[in-house]
């Protein structure tokens, strides 16, 4: 297969995926749609990085397919296997940059790694990239030197940094203030209008986050797909649980495991110890 500059649906078909013999998500059958930002929402454990690994091929289905522009990703031969898996970009939780190498070289390895590019090329990108996230005179820096929104930018950088048709990202803006996360969506939406043809996928908690840029959403819930479609369906949904999850309602009791109550003496002798030392 060839890389072109085609817009990529990601579609996944009988998907069940999970770790061991655990079964985290159960014959999921979906469409994320090309050129377009889709966001995957879902309570904490439901399964939503674990359906970017299958994405990213981090992990291989227990079943079903995972079709990248209507092509078998895990069938694939393993020289396009790898191809493939290097045309993506990936933003981590935490812009995963290597603390030991500077912003630049981080954003340059995965050129150096997969290229023969000349070194006036590499720097020539890499410069364009960390100047599309604002960070250009960052170049010299250490990630450590770096506030942690700077460091989600510039793992963007990375991310973008070889021009993928798919692009996914992990929690975006946790752990950003409001503006900082503010920044970043409009910067994904910056990315959309310049590359029309990138397919992002986001996972996100953040409901501002996700009104501010989802052109479409997917809920999982109980190892399913309980939600797929635009927000303002999702908006007007009636169904209890997406209800609750919009309204950022507490959890039953019963759903948050056990609880162990902490004794009165067992605090007082606590506090007594702390002040003695
Ligand atoms: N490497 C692993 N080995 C075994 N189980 C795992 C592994 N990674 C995740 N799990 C389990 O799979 C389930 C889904 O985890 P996952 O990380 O996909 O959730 P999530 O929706 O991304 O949660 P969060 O919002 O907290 O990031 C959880 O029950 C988790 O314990
Ligand atoms: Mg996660």
């Known amino acids: 297969m060839t890389i072109t500059t085609q817009v990529w649906d990601i579609a ?12 985290v998500l159960e014959n999921i059958s979906t469409v994320l749609p090309g050129g377009k930002i889709s966001m995957v929402l879902g309570g904490s454990g439901c399964g939503k990085s674990t359906l970017l690994r299958q994405i990213i091929g981090l992990s291989a289905p227990m079943e079903g397919k995972v079709l990248l522009g209507g092509n078998d990703f895990f069938a694939m031969k393993d020289a396009e296997f790898r191809r493939m898996r290097r045309r993506m970009g ?22 150096r790694e997969h290229t023969h590019l000349k070194e006036a090329e590499v720097q020539e990108i890499v410069l364009h990239k960390l100047s599309l996230v604002g960070l250009a005179h960052t170049t010299a820096l250490y990630p450590s030197q770096l506030s942690g ?28 203030d409001p503006i900082s996360a503010a920044q970043m969506d409009a910067l994904l939406l910056e990315m959309r209008e310049r590359f029309p043809s990138m397919t992002i996928v986001c996972v996100s908690h953040d409901m501002e986050s996700v009104k501010a840029i989802a052109d479409h959403v997917l809920v999982l819930h109980e190892k399913q797909v309980i939600f797929q479609g635009s927000l303002h369906n999702l908006q007007e949904t009636t169904k209890p649980y ?28 606590m506090h007594r110890e702390l002040e003695l030392q």
Not at 156 to 171: H, M
Not at 259 to 269: C, G, K, M, Q, V
């Open 12 to 23: 996944l078909e009988g998907l069940t995926a999970g770790y061991g013999p655990k079964v």
């Open 90 to 111: 990936v933003l981590f939780q935490d812009g995963a940059l290597l603390g030991s190498l500077t912003v630049g070289e981080n954003i340059a390895l995965p050129l």
């Open 149 to 176: 929104g700077m460091r989600k930018r510039a793992g963007l950088a990375r991310a973008l940094v070889t021009d993928p048709p798919i692009l996914l990202c992990d929690e975006p803006t946790s752990g950003l």
């Open 242 to 269: 997406l209800l609750q999850f919009l309204a950022r309602a507490p959890m039953r009791e019963e759903e948050q495991g056990a609880s162990y109550p902490l004794s009165e003496a067992t605090r007082a002798h």
